[in-house]
C-alpha cells in the first residue's frame, strides 16, 4: 500500500455550496442551514483508492470578494483545486474562468474539477450541463472533469472529489 497526502482548494462564488459538499463528502452528513466561510476552514479526510491511502487536506475557501487579496496565500502547495459553482444561480458560473485563473497564477497547472452543485434543485436549475460543457471546450481551461453533484442528497459528490485524487495518484 501506497500512501499520499494532498492538499486540494475548493473556490468558487459565495453560497454555491462548498462547505456543504465538502462536509457531504468527510462525514456523509447534510447541513441545510447557511454559514458563510470566514476566509478559510480546512478538514482532513483519508480516503482509500484501489490500494493506496491518500490523506487529503481540503481548503474550503471563502467566495466572497472582501476575501480575494487573502485567498492567495491559501493556495500554496496545492496539489489541486476544484471550482463549485450553483446550477440554480447561472451568474455563478461566470466566474469560473476567474477563479480557474486566480488558482492556477498562484500554483502553476494542476489538476481541476468542475462541480455544478444543487443538483436536486429541479425546479430552480438555469444552468444547462451543456453550455458548461461549451463554455470549458470554447475557453483556455484545462478542466480535468465535470460533474452535477447535490450535497443534498449526496449523488456525485464522492465521484467529484475521487476523481480528482485519482489524478493526483497517477501524477
Keep these: 500500500m501506497t500512501k499520499f497526502k494532498f492538499k486540494i482548494v475548493v473556490v468558487g462564488d459565495f453560497a454555491v455550496g462548498k462547505t456543504t459538499l465538502i462536509i457531504n463528502f468527510t462525514e456523509k452528513t447534510f447541513r441545510g442551514m447557511y454559514i458563510p466561510t470566514i476566509g ?23 467566495g466572497q470578494d472582501k476575501f480575494a487579496k487573502v485567498r492567495q496565500t491559501f493556495y500554496e502547495n496545492a496539489a489541486g483545486f476544484i471550482i463549485v459553482y450553483d446550477v440554480t444561480r447561472s451568474k455563478t458560473t461566470e ?36 453550455d458548461i460543457k461549451k463554455l470549458i471546450l470554447n475557453e483556455d481551461f484545462k478542466i480535468n472533469f465535470q460533474f452535477e453533484t447535490s450535497a443534498k442528497t449526496g449523488e456525485n459528490v464522492d465521484n467529484g472529489f475521487k476523481s480528482l485524487v485519482k489524478l493526483l495518484i497517477n501524477k
Design 40 to 62: 478559510v476552514q480546512f478538514t482532513k479526510k483519508t480516503v482509500n483508492i484501489e490500494e493506496d491511502e491518500v490523506e487529503l487536506t481540503i481548503w474550503d475557501i471563502a
Design 95 to 130: 466566474n469560473i474562468k476567474m477563479w480557474y485563473q486566480d488558482v492556477i497564477k498562484n500554483t502553476g497547472e494542476i489538476p481541476c474539477v468542475l462541480i455544478g452543485n444543487k443538483k436536486d434543485l429541479i425546479d430552480e436549475k438555469q444552468v444547462n450541463e451543456e
